[in-house]
């Protein structure tokens, strides 16, 4: 395959492209780059002598890689595609869990935000990830007017590095731009809970959504993830004369098979029992408007913390430990993997005992 580089006459300037020629064949492939014609002054006359070295580094780059076997002639038009477009389809397939999905579609909006005039895989370089990492750093505003935090960085760069691994998997890239790029380091994590005393004036007050207030309650007094608790059927709670109520079930996050002890009381809430295949949090669904009518509940119980649907999880945890459960107990009834992931929750309750220990104070 042979690569050339050429002119062509576009408005008022000249703009410069690649041409690929293969057995009979032609692809093209516009680099962006752009001659002044007729040239009158110095400073023209330079541009232009830069912009022709660069497009002609870059087919001597083209050429080498063709030679090495790193692209090939269907590649070019692979090339060619919208990368924005591209990870708009993956975050589609990422609407699985609230918070994944989230944090995908803030990613990409910041993506359109950094690349407002879309972007093609041709363009995504070493150079391009690390202006994007740059970008989340030190420019990217969140929804409050704020920069972004330490973990939304962390996060939303960590999507980014996933979408280009994908298109390496999709053999679009042959080569991840990422690789050799920092990452941005996970900050401490914010685990916000209510306590016993809060949970029982929750559960203590009307909420507007009952289903949202239900679901609610019963991931707080059983640890279960809003993914798992949407999918539940009746068939995955079980009971046994040894065990009592239990359910065994597929952590939709981890894929990991469970069996989750469950109090008769977080029985009791699931009410009469339905077909083996029926949903038991039939009609639940995930929207900003459940999140504000849950919050709303929140207010008129009298708790003014900033309470998402996954604090319910977290509440499950903090009381087991604050209740004197062994961490490896909870660790297991949390269905966390590795032990490291349970120990933040017991860093908030040594927080907690260092708290309660400063509160004594004597004017000595």
């Not at 920069?147 to 890239?173: C, E, P």
């Not at 949903?279 to 509940?297: T, V």
Request: aromatic share 10%.
């Amino acid at each position: 395959m042979k690569v050339t580089l050429r002119q062509r006459k576009k408005n008022d300037s000249i703009s410069l492209y690649l041409d690929y020629y293969h057995k009979g064949k032609r692809k093209t492939e516009y680099l962006r780059l752009y001659l002044t014609p007729n040239p009158q002054t110095k400073t023209e006359r330079e541009v232009n002598k830069k912009t022709k070295q660069l497009a002609e580094t870059i087919c001597a780059q083209r050429q080498i890689e063709i030679q090495n076997g790193i692209y090939g002639f269907r590649d070019i038009e692979k090339l060619k595609g919208s990368f924005i477009t591209y990870v708009s389809t993956l975050v589609e397939k990422k609407n699985t869990s609230a918070g994944n999905y989230g944090n995908w579609n803030s990613m990409l909006k910041h993506l359109k935000a950094f690349c407002p005039h879309d972007v093609s895989f041709q363009d995504i370089d070493k150079i391009f990830v690390e202006r994007f990492r740059d970008y989340l750093d030190k420019d990217a505003i969140a929804r409050a007017g704020k920069k972004l935090s330490q973990n939304s960085k962390y996060s939303y760069y960590g999507k980014f590095a996933a979408a280009l691994k994908h298109a390496v998997k999709d053999g679009i890239l042959k080569m991840n731009p990422a690789t050799g790029v920092e990452y941005f380091k996970q900050g401490e994590p914010q685990r916000e809970f209510l306590t016993l005393d809060e949970l029982q004036r929750a559960a203590n007050t009307e909420c507007e959504l009952p289903l949202l207030k239900k679901a609610f309650i019963f991931s707080a007094i059983t640890g279960l993830r809003w993914s798992d608790i949407e999918k539940l059927i009746w068939s995955e709670v079980q009971h046994s004369k040894e065990m009592g109520y239990y359910i065994r079930f597929r952590q939709k996050k981890t894929k990991g098979a469970e069996t989750l002890p469950i109090s008769e009381q977080a029985r009791e809430l699931l009410g009469e029992e339905g077909e083996p295949k029926d949903k038991i949090f039939k009609d639940l669904h995930y929207s900003a408007w459940s999140n504000l009518k849950l919050q709303q509940w929140m207010m008129k119980a009298g708790i003014t913390k900033s309470i998402t649907f996954h604090c319910a999880r977290h509440t499950y945890a903090t009381l087991q430990l604050t209740l004197g459960t062994d961490i490896y107990t909870v660790s297991k009834l949390l269905g966390h993997k590795e032990l490291r992931t349970t120990q933040i929750y017991a860093k908030v309750i040594d927080d907690k005992k260092k708290d309660a220990a400063n509160r004594i104070q004597l004017d000595l």
